[in-house]
T-cell receptor, first 118, second 111 residues
Framework: GAVVSQHPSWVICKSGTSVKIECRSL??????MFWYRQFPKQSLMLMAT?????????EQGVEKDKFLINHASLTLSTLTVTSAHPEDSSFYIC??????????????FGDGTRLSIL | DAKTTQPPSMDCAEGRAANLPCNHS???????VYWYRQIHSQGPQYIIH???NNETNEMASLIITEDRKSSTLILPHATLRDTAVYYC????????????FGKGTSLLVTP
């Protein structure tokens, strides 16, 4: 089945540094990938839609200059949290859908990245 | 996406069937019912989906009522590893948009 790989799975860094998270579709191509954020005891909230070869679309309230998204190929999207602060600590999750295998194919998710900013 | 309603929590004894309900009374004719689950500290995992007919795979069965206004996810022999939050999501199949996660049902499987 379709597999989405996310890396790293866990990162701790100092306040003010930038952190890059990678999301790869391992056995399919994805023109669109999605980035979600999840705070403790809450559901997933969409942050942005990553589009291959074009600019990402951000949800209301998500700072595009703080959360940089690059989707340079059909199998890789990256999310960079710039100048991270403790309030950016969260669980970040990406997803993608194999659009070449039928209209009802589900989205598949990475295992998430636990980001802790000290 | 059609609105869905799920109970906030359920318990199930290990080895018994877990039946998780979902109401989606405003579902449209071209909308599918998808089920995902999220085990603690992991990304969501796709379980099953269907349009009209009941579906079964290696993980679960999906029963959709004839009027399509509700459905039930069945885990036939629940194990402790099935403890998770289960999400029922209704949406058009070929939609290129992200999934809207509600609060889901927190299933606790007990020994």
């Amino acid at each position: 089945g379709a597999v989405v790989s996310q890396h790293p799975s866990w990162v701790i860094c100092k306040s003010g540094t930038s952190v890059k998270i990678e999301c790869r579709s391992l056995d399919f191509q994805a023109t669109t990938m999605f980035w979600y954020r999840q705070f403790p005891k809450q559901s997933l909230m969409l942050m942005a839609t990553s589009n291959e070869g074009s600019k990402a679309t951000y949800e209301q309230g998500v700072e595009k200059d703080k959360f940089l998204i690059n989707h340079a190929s059909l199998t890789l999207s990256t999310l960079t949290v710039t100048s991270a602060h403790p309030e950016d600590s969260s669980f970040y999750i990406c997803s993608a859908r194999d659009q070449g295998t039928g209209e009802s194919q589900p989205q598949h998710f990475g295992d998430g990245t636990r980001l802790s900013i000290l | 996406d059609a609105k869905t309603t799920q109970p906030p929590s359920m318990d199930c004894a290990e080895g018994r069937a877990a039946n998780l309900p979902c109401n989606h009374s405003t579902i449209s004719g071209n909308e599918y019912v998808y089920w995902y689950r999220q085990i603690h500290s992991q990304g969501p995992q796709y379980i099953i989906h269907g349009l009209k007919n009941n579906e079964t795979n290696e993980m679960a069965s999906l029963i959709i009522t004839e009027d399509r206004k509700s459905s039930t996810l069945i885990l036939p022999h629940a194990t402790l590893r099935d403890t998770a939050v289960y999400y029922c999501i209704v949406r058009v199949g070929n939609s290129g948009y992200a999934l809207n996660f509600g609060k889901g049902t927190s299933l606790l499987v007990t020994p």
